[in-house]
């Protein structure tokens, strides 16, 4: 048997790191959504008007970078022992019967579809241009050439696709019970009724 990489050795690490990429997963769509909310012809308007644009596109950019980084880095290679990220996780699934000892089919299903998704997303061309990206202009500071780089709704997608992923981990190892979409009925309200403070009463 491999030597097994990563800090994930055990069902209560591996729980561990599942409940904490949902949050990862969770918080990344909530990131979408609040840019999204940001954008609205009527809040950029009442931000213009207020004049406070250049602090709230910041504050976008900063969000935008945290998205960029935690994207890259639940696929970031598992080198050393106490790495646990999603790939570690997957990893873990991978070892022998680490997905068949599941008692539950509906755990095993998930399982296999988070591997599934995983290994489908690790060789997807958005994920290379995004770690490129990540490498050359937040990460370090290199020339780094916009120009065929991906895209905010490239990574607005790969985000989805990778709390997804996520997801099923959490249900399959029974960590969490609850539908992202669920949870994200309260972070959609949250981000409207915070935007909605900047909407002028002529615009709303």
């Not at 997963?25 to 308007?45: F, H, M, Q, R, Y």
């Not at 696929?75 to 997957?90: F, G, K, M, P, Q």
Request: hydrophobic fraction near 40%; charged fraction near 20%.
């Amino acid at each position: 048997m491999a030597k097994q990489r990563g800090a994930i050795r055990d069902r209560a690490s591996l729980n561990e790191t599942a409940r904490q990429v949902y949050e990862d997963g969770l918080s990344s769509l909530a990131i979408i959504d609040i840019v999204e909310n940001a954008n609205s012809p009527a809040v950029v308007n009442g931000i213009n008007q207020i004049g406070v644009s250049s602090t709230l596109s910041l504050l976008a950019s900063a969000a935008i970078s945290w998205l960029l980084m935690v994207q890259v880095r639940a696929y970031s290679e598992v080198t050393r022992e106490d790495d646990r990220n999603l790939h570690a996780a997957i990893l873990y699934l991978k070892s022998p019967n680490a997905i068949e000892s599941y008692p539950l089919s509906e755990q095993r299903l998930r399982l296999s579809k988070a591997v599934q998704l995983f290994d489908a997303a690790l060789g997807d061309n958005r994920l290379k241009r995004l770690k490129r990206m990540r490498d050359k202009h937040i990460a370090h500071m290199a020339a780094y050439d916009f120009v065929g780089g991906p895209t905010y709704n490239e990574l607005y997608e790969f985000t989805k696709l990778t709390s997804s992923i996520c997801e099923h981990l959490a249900y399959g190892t029974g960590t969490m019970a609850v539908a992202m979409e669920q949870q994200m009925l309260a972070h959609r309200r949250s981000a409207q009724l915070f935007w909605s403070k900047f909407i002028t009463p002529t615009e709303a």
